[in-house]
Nanobody, 112 residues
């Protein structure tokens, strides 16, 4: 059984930064791709960024150049560095392992 726990969300002003973390239990973290999704009120969940076990990354168009996904397999942890935040980035952010296991989500609110 894999458990994922996100942290690092909060309230930030437009233009600010946040770093989300996703800590995983178990021994399989390093084998699979990690993903960050987000869901804003009234909207569908969307893929924000992904990173393979080898470190290859991809980003959604709305966050390219502003967000950076990374991982430390030795710590069973993935990160999402978010810069130049905009009000439209406000959402609950979820990490996902292998497209199968989900965290509980962490709220990010961008507002002045």
């Amino acid at each position: 059984q894999v458990q994922l726990v996100e942290s690092g969300g909060g309230l930030v002003q437009p233009g600010g930064s946040l770093r989300l973390s996703c800590a995983a239990s178990g021994s399989i973290f390093g084998i699979y791709a990690m993903h960050w999704y987000r869901q804003a009120p009234g909207k569908q969940r969307e893929l924000v960024a992904s990173i393979t076990s080898g470190g290859d990354t991809m980003y959604g168009d709305s966050v390219k150049g502003r967000f950076t996904i990374s991982r430390e397999n030795a710590k069973n942890t993935a990160y999402l560095e978010m810069n130049s935040l905009k009000p439209e980035d406000t959402a609950v952010y979820y990490c996902n392992l292998r497209g199968r296991w989900w965290g509980q989500g962490t709220q990010v609110t961008v507002s002045s």
